[in-house]
């Protein structure tokens, strides 16, 4: 029996030397090397601005707090994502107006969006759900009809673009994550990215506390600084940033090894009656391959559980993404309180599918023993 975890942090001796000669440093937070990073990254993606943060949930509340976001506010968001993205506009005290998915996808259903765009509403909150990118082109046009503030959530989609441009750069904001199972890693921590020379520079100062002048180089005298607005503590350390420095180096090779992983998956099960996948990269689409998600049909649904089970006796790590709709979760449905048929996508999307692994660190063996099992158990469970 194999063991096939779900995701694995892909770390090597590179990664091991640049931690410790962070350790060996007296500056461990303010550095060079979170400079670096935000340099390396904004050249990956081809971003103007790159500010490092600790996680993509602080880059989101940062984007929200900078637009100056609060009570009485709405925010439009996708009601299948992670807790993270509706969270990030609770903490600025505004509401999330929650948007059912399309069938084919799982991301946002548009055409369901400017029916709940309210005088209130101030934002677009964007997901690439798995790193299939959004229609951003008809998100813009709303947002524009709309003056509306528009987010990208891209936790998941380091490596997609449309039409050629990284996710990220098609709104006024791009939110990242470097969580272990991600892309590429630095342990926890996230970026954001923009193509706006304001947000940047605010959002720079605060992640860390409002305070002028961080870093030794830009005070004249030590420890002399002023706070002129209010911030967080949302800095990525130099250990952090080391980390991502080496990743990224690789970011290429990781993305390369989830695309063929996933294409060999999505061939292998092309032919089970009884599941179906969601649509990948084509035309002016092109996903980062997160993970690979099976739809289980009719009745099958039923014993998704015991389907999950199986799988992990045979040495195969699985996820759900998302185990229910965010507006399904018990903070938001005793806040706002929706009915099991508000969301009838999403809520079909959590209750019938599993999501598969096509990471970095699965082989070519991996992947058919994957297909093999999944059709084993699919006909055990019948």
């Not at 640049?18 to 060996?24: G, K, P, Q, R």
């Not at 991502?244 to 695309?259: A, M, N, P, T, V």
């Not at 992983?261 to 061939?267: C, F, G, Q, R």
């Not at 039923?302 to 965010?326: A, C, H």
Request: with cysteine.
């Amino acid at each position: 029996m194999r063991n096939i975890s779900f995701g694995k942090p892909i770390i090597g001796d590179e990664e091991k030397r640049a931690v410790m000669e962070v350790l060996n440093d007296p500056i461990l937070v303010h550095g060079p090397r979170s400079k670096e990073f935000e340099s390396n990254f904004a050249a990956y993606t081809k971003a103007a601005y790159a500010v490092s943060v600790s996680s993509c949930t602080a880059a989101l509340h940062l984007s929200y707090f900078y637009y100056g976001l609060g009570d009485g506010d709405e925010v439009i968001v996708p009601a299948m994502t992670h807790t993270a993205t509706a969270h990030a506009v609770e903490l600025c005290g505004a509401k999330p107006v929650f948007v059912d998915s399309e069938r084919e996808t799982g991301n946002i259903d548009i055409d369901q969006i400017e029916p709940v765009i309210t005088k209130r509403t101030k934002a677009i909150s964007i997901v690439h759900y798995l790193g299939m990118p959004v229609n951003m082109d008809r998100i813009n046009e709303i947002a524009k009809k709309h003056d509306l503030f528009v987010v990208e959530d891209c936790a998941l989609a380091i490596g997609s673009y449309y039409k050629d441009v990284h996710v990220g750069l098609l709104g006024d904001v791009g939110c990242f994550s470097f969580y272990p199972v991600k892309h590429m890693t630095t342990a926890e921590g996230g970026m954001l990215i923009t193509r706006h020379k304001d947000i940047a520079e605010r959002i720079e100062r605060q992640r860390a506390f409002g305070v002028d002048r961080h870093y030794a180089g830009e005070r004249k005298t030590p420890g002399v600084y002023d706070v002129n607005m209010l911030g967080f503590n949302y800095r990525l350390n130099e250990i952090q940033s080391a980390l991502g420095i080496e990743q990224i180096k690789r970011l290429d090779s990781f993305l390369g090894k989830r695309k063929d992983n996933y294409e060999a998956l999505s061939a292998g099960l092309k032919d089970i009656n009884e599941i179906e996948q969601f649509v990948s990269s084509h035309g002016d689409y092109q996903s980062s391959y997160y993970c690979h998600v099976i739809i289980l049909k009719d009745r099958l649904a039923e014993k998704r559980v015991d389907i999950i089970n199986n799988l992990k006796l045979q040495g195969i790590g699985t996820s759900i993404y998302y185990p229910r709709p965010v507006p399904a979760m018990s903070y938001y449905n005793e806040k706002y309180v929706y009915n099991d048929n508000s969301f009838p996508i999403a809520s079909w999307i959590s209750s019938h599918s599993i999501a598969l692994p096509v990471g970095p660190h699965i082989d070519v063996e991996d992947i058919d023993y994957i297909v093999q099992s999944i059709k084993k158990t699919l006909i055990e469970t019948k």
